[in-house]
């Protein structure tokens, strides 16, 4: 009944439900990295000032991070680019040296994909990585290296093939799409948000933490660079 009563509260109060069996944090990131098909029809991997928090590039615009940043605030209500710029600021040194940045840089940094590689293994999120069609679930995260060496991330959708294999949903070069590419490129890491984690609106954590707190529940752990969101080095 406290359960309820908590959860309840947390819905009116933060306005994301929490993850559970019945409304599950994949088909949610599925469903919001859907809605930007046919809405972001360019890439641009351009280095651009955007606010901060909540920040973000015109919708018909981004590049394949773009469309994991905005699936998560549409789906789940993280903004991952206050939670990876907190964490590097706490923990610098854990992010890789080529990242991009001499320091944090809030307006990139959430928009490169071994940031978010680091971010989510730091968060536990990581599991294997195989050949299995089965093993890809709705709403995993799975990275992968495309011609010339750039990383690139991929939501894996709910959506088949006849065979069985799921489609992925991404921006890899013509704006977001969901297409059967999963196993075109090598793949380097899969992600998959730990069943039962609690996510909330980054604006309402400070509202909401003593419910996460005492239901249990798991919150969220708290100079311009000439290279682009996937790591290309541009003149600008």
């Not at 046919?38 to 606010?51: H, N």
């Not at 994991?68 to 789940?76: D, I, P, Q, S």
């Not at 307006?107 to 599991?127: A, E, K, M, P, Q």
């Not at 059967?180 to 899969?190: I, P, Q, S, V």
Request: aromatic share 6%; charged share 25%; with cysteine.
């Amino acid at each position: 009944m406290n359960r309820l009563l908590i959860s309840v509260v947390l819905i009116c109060l933060v306005g994301i439900p929490p993850v559970t069996a019945g409304n599950d944090a994949g088909m949610r990131l599925v469903s919001a990295a859907r809605m930007q098909v046919g809405k972001t029809v360019r890439y641009d991997p351009r280095y651009q000032s955007i606010q901060y928090p909540n920040g973000d590039l015109p919708m018909d615009r981004g590049v394949c991070t773009d469309v994991v940043v905005r699936a998560f605030r549409a789906g789940l209500g993280l903004d991952l680019q206050m939670l990876i710029h907190e964490d590097m600021k706490r923990d610098f040194k854990k992010y890789p040296r080529n990242s991009g940045s001499g320091s944090p840089d809030k307006n990139i940094d959430h928009r490169r994909v071994i940031n978010l590689r680091t971010y989510f293994d730091r968060r536990g999120w990581s599991i294997a990585v195989t050949n299995k069609e089965d093993d890809y679930k709705p709403g995993d995260l799975v990275t992968c290296t495309v011609p010339r060496d750039l990383p690139h991330i991929m939501i894996v959708s709910d959506k088949k093939t006849i065979s069985g294999r799921p489609l992925v949903i991404h921006n890899i070069g013509v704006g977001a799409k969901e297409e059967d590419r999963l196993f075109e490129f090598k793949l380097t890491a899969h992600y998959r948000i730990k069943s039962g984690e609690q996510v909330s609106s980054p604006d309402s954590v400070g509202r909401a933490d003593e419910l996460h707190r005492t239901s249990g529940m798991m919150l969220p752990p708290e100079g311009k660079t000439a290279t682009s969101a996937c790591g290309m080095v541009l003149d600008i």
